[in-house]
């Protein structure tokens, strides 16, 4: 904008010194009408995917498309589709017993050339049957372990989680590091959540109809993606991440962002393509205007909320604004996820 006024202003000098004063009004109001379709054009690049009301049947054929060039940008098509070739080949490395649950280290195949680390749990003394799991995952400078461990932002979520009956599983998500040229940050991160919930399936005590996950910060953005790429996933639990594209261009890391994504959606867009399964987002009353503000997660929830009305599910939609501030919140994460998933067996 500060180009803008500094050409207009050496266009008005050049113009003015001119002796052939006609020369501005001819040429001025070109100038203007060049520059206001410009700015026209680079705002109909921006989110062009947008999601907007329509019938339950035309709803889920945008979801389609939607999905369908979210994961050609991020690179996942092959790796989707091959997927079910590549053995897990899970090894158990330690398993040891805490109240209400035994927890293990386990390593998995991500690709037939990359192995992943993952804690799981199973629930004790609940008896047998199937019982409901969550994919828990955690934010930036954190790892696997933190979603355990009461004393940080989680709160110890997927332990709660494990205590309360549930199988937890957790990763380490991406950071900053891609593993392989051929695939994105993003791309890499929301795979070795999907094989996640492959893990899960392939353990006998899992009721595969009964697959959930929750997330904080980074963790929250990724428990969108995967609600939104996997059809698996029956609750999504997304703490601490809600907002708009405009807000996290400012003062945040940037690494949520690919080609193609801004010209496509915004995140209200992403978190459409879950409905009408359950969705619930948590933002926190302290958190900073600059961050994950409430004002900003009601006008993209406003947005979200529309496809669940479409899809006849607007209860199945929430946004809770809790007390706190850049943390997850136990008491409607857990009541959120036995209500839809249900109780141990
Ligand atoms: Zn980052």
Redesign the pocket.
Known sequence: MKHFFILICLLLVSSTRSTQANDVQKVLPRFLISASSEVKQDRKEIRRLEYSPRDYDAATAWQKQVRAELVELLLLKGSLADREQWDLGVKVLSTTEQPGYLLREVTFNSTPNQRINALVTLPLGLGTGLFPAVVCIHG?SSNRRSVYESDTIYHGFAARLAAMGMVTVAVDVG??EVRNPDTTLMGERLFDLIRCVDYLESIPEVDPKRIGCAGLS?GGEMAMWLGAVDLRIRAVVSAGFLTVMDQLEQNH?L?WKFDGLRERVDFADIYALIAPRALLCQIGEQEPPSQFNKVLAKQAFSEIYRIYADKDAPKKARLHIHPGGHEMHLPTLSSFLLEILGTSP
């Open positions: 930036h950071q900053h980074l890391c690494c």
